[in-house]
Every structure is written in structure tokens, then in C-alpha cells.
């Protein structure tokens, strides 16, 4: 279990070939990273969209010293970072700090613990992830999508990448009628309670579903993964069902390579 900051952002977006497909990547996006953690995905999208504007939300000020660091290093420009957590009301809340690093890990710049903070408290998340531990509370500002979008003059969000830590509702939530206005979203999504009263698999499928989405990605593997929605406000059904076609068949051919020795 060995990480490395710079070989981590040199590899490619999970969702890149995806991602190829939905947009064109000399496109003006708006991109969101919510729960941006050291802001390594960011970056990995200021690269892939050049063109595209990236909004970066992390609550602990710890890891926006990080990003700011890591934006400076790796010279992105056509990103900017709010040190806010994006959930349901404006306001304050407590925000759960994760914390803690696996024996057998060699020293790196990699920070193995800080990946599972939360506005929601932990539940099954002590029992499974032994290393991490939760031993801080801090006060974060909170703020919704709506209010961030309207505030800033945003009037379409093309990609949103959300890994918040059984928040996602929250986060969604907090859009209200704005969510017509959101093309793309990938998010992690869990089978169990890993903190106290989180939604899971079957509460997203039915918000989603809710609101316009379709599901053309399911990267849940376990427990645990990521599923990437597009909007039916932007794209219509026999785009959608082309898309979910193409995603599936590059994902298999991708799998029989790898199977095969091929390089991914």
C-alpha cells in the first residue's frame, strides 16, 4: 500500500475516456471537485480541459494550504479553491477530522489519513478502516450549490466530481431547483453505513432518478465505488442510451486487455 503525490496526478482521470466522449475537451467547462481533499483531481482536470474553470471545495484548512501548494507547484491557473463544505444550508457545522496512516506504509508525501473527514460522524467506518482515526471536531462554514452558483453567476455546471464521505445528499440537496442545471455528475456512492445516517446506494438511485438522471457508469465494486449520472435536461434518450453502450463496451474491452497483459 505504497502512494505518491506526483505519480498519482500523473496518472489519468478514472473517468477520462468517459469524460472524452461527454465533452470536448477545448470546451469552456465549469467543473466542480467538492471534497477536493489535496486537490490532485483538479489538477488532473485543469489539465484534461484546459480551456474549463475548476471549483475546488475542501473544508479543512490544513488541506488548502495543500492545494494552494499543489496549484503553485504544478502551475494551474484555471483553477480557484474555497475553503467551505457545499451542503444542504448555509451556515456552520461540525466537521468530523479522519486522521492516521497504515503501519506498512513507507514514508511519501501521500496522506493516507485525511481522505475520510465528514459533516456526518462515523459509524462503521471505525470497524472497517482500522488506521483511520476520528480524534477532532472543527467548526467549518457551509454553503449550497445554489447559493455558491448564484452568488458567483454561475448558470450551468457541465461536470461535477463529488467524494464526500456519505454526505452526497447534503450536497445535492443544497442545489434545489439548480440541479436542472447540472449535466454530469460522478460520485461515490455505499452499500453500508460507513458514518451515522448516510445515504446510501438506494437513497442516491432514487434522488437521481428523482431528478432527471440516468445512470451510464457503475464503478461499484464491493461495498463501496463510484457511479457517474448524466442529466436527460442535456441529454436526451437516444444520446444517453448511446453513451451507456459506448462506456460498457469500452469498459469491457478495457478489462479483456488488462486480462490479456495489455496495458490499460
Not at 46 to 61: D, G, H, Q, T
Not at 111 to 136: Q, V, W
Request: aromatic share 12%; with cysteine; hydrophobic share 40%.
Amino acid at each position: 500500500m505504497n502512494f505518491d503525490r506526483t505519480d498519482y496526478i500523473n496518472q489519468p482521470v478514472a473517468i477520462e475516456q468517459e469524460l472524452k466522449l461527454l465533452f470536448n475537451q477545448n470546451d469552456s467547462l465549469v467543473i466542480f471537485e467538492i471534497g477536493a481533499c489535496e486537490g490532485e483531481e483538479s489538477i488532473k482536470y485543469a489539465r484534461l480541459f484546459r480551456n474549463s474553470k475548476i471549483y475546488s471545495f475542501e473544508p479543512l484548512p490544513d488541506n488548502i494550504n495543500l492545494i494552494h501548494d499543489n496549484f503553485l507547484q504544478y502551475g494551474i491557473k484555471n483553477a480557484s479553491y474555497y475553503n467551505k463544505a457545499l451542503s444542504s444550508k448555509n451556515g456552520t457545522a461540525e466537521f468530523f477530522v479522519s486522521s492516521g496512516r497504515p503501519e506498512n506504509a513507507i514514508e511519501s508525501d501521500w496522506d493516507y489519513g485525511n481522505k475520510s473527514s465528514s459533516l456526518l460522524p462515523p459509524e462503521k467506518h471505525l470497524k472497517m478502516a482500522e488506521f483511520i482515526r476520528f480524534d477532532k471536531k472543527i467548526e467549518v462554514e457551509t454553503i449550497t450549490l445554489k447559493s455558491f452558483c448564484s452568488e458567483h453567476h454561475i448558470n450551468i455546471i457541465d461536470f461535477i466530481h463529488m467524494d464526500v464521505q456519505g454526505a452526497e445528499l447534503m450536497v445535492l440537496e443544497g442545489a434545489e431547483d439548480f440541479i436542472k442545471s447540472i449535466k454530469v455528475i460522478w460520485l461515490e456512492v455505499s452499500k453500508v453505513d460507513f458514518y451515522k445516517n448516510q445515504p446510501l446506494l438506494r437513497d442516491v438511485k432514487k434522488f437521481m432518478k428523482e431528478n432527471n438522471f440516468v445512470l451510464i457508469k457503475d464503478a461499484l465494486h464491493g461495498a463501496q465505488g463510484d457511479q457517474l449520472y448524466i442529466s436527460m435536461n442535456f441529454y436526451k434518450k437516444p444520446r444517453a442510451v448511446l453513451l451507456f453502450i459506448l462506456i460498457s463496451v469500452k469498459d469491457l474491452i478495457r478489462k479483456y486487455r488488462v486480462k490479456l497483459g495489455f496495458s490499460q
